[in-house]
Structure formats: structure tokens, C-alpha cells
């Protein structure tokens, strides 16, 4: 039998509940770290806790330019993997070549933006910062 409106309601709030209370010592944490100033660049920022931030050198460009780059290469060797004219990979190896490629263009090309080779997966961090406290800066 599937769960009824209110036990699903009931059930969402004591899982909220439980949450905002477990994570309560991580938010004083990052504000005793911040100096009660939530930041996302400086020496005590904490909004790369979320979210990936370019170092203060890296200028927007540089930044949009490596991402493009690292996510050609996992576009380029995700589809050598299943193209048909290649020899494609065996089924059964696809899972862990796929993650030595990944693994392998996030440590030779995360040091300048971090690993968000998507960007789907940076947007939504980004978003949830602009919306705890640490404003528009989360946008540079």
C-alpha cells in the first residue's frame, strides 16, 4: 500500500527537521571560520564549500575556456568508447574506463576551476549560496 498525503507530509517533515538539526554544528562551524561574514573570496571564504570558485589569477575567460576544454575531452572519449566504426569497448569495461577517464582529466585539469566538467552541477550549489547569505558575489 502506498503512503498516505499526510504520512508522506509527516514523514518529509521529521526528515527536515532531522537534518536542520544534525547540520546545525556545520553552519556554526563555517560561521565561527567566517568571522560571522560569509564570503566567497579572501582568506577566510567559505563558499568553496559548495560550489567551485577560479582563483583571484584565473580571469573569466581562462576559466570558461578550461572548462570548455576538459568537457571536449570527456565528450571525446566518452563517444570513441560506443562508436561503432571503432572498436568499441566490451560492455562490462564501459563503468571503469569511463571513470579512469574522468578521474583522469579532473587531476590534470581541476586546478584552475575545479572539477565541474558539467555545468549543471555548479549551478544549483551556486544558487543555494546566493540564497544562505553569501549574495550576488557567488555570480562573478
Known sequence: MKGQTLS?????????M???????????????????????F???ETASIFAMYPPEYLTL?????????????LLLCLLSLTKKRNTPAPPDLIAPIVAGIVLGIIMSMSANC???????CDL???????????GTEVFP
Open 8 to 16: 508522506i507530509h509527516l514523514s518529509w517533515a521529521v526528515g527536515v
Open 18 to 40: 532531522s537534518a536542520t538539526f544534525l547540520t546545525k554544528g556545520i553552519s556554526d562551524a563555517i560561521m565561527e571560520f567566517s568571522g560571522g561574514v560569509l564570503t566567497v
Open 42 to 44: 579572501g582568506p577566510n
Open 61 to 73: 575567460g581562462g576559466g570558461f575556456l578550461d572548462q570548455v576544454v576538459g568537457t571536449r575531452m
Open 114 to 120: 575545479g572539477a565541474a566538467l558539467n555545468p549543471a
Open 124 to 134: 544549483g550549489p551556486r544558487l543555494l549560496t546566493l540564497t544562505a547569505g553569501w
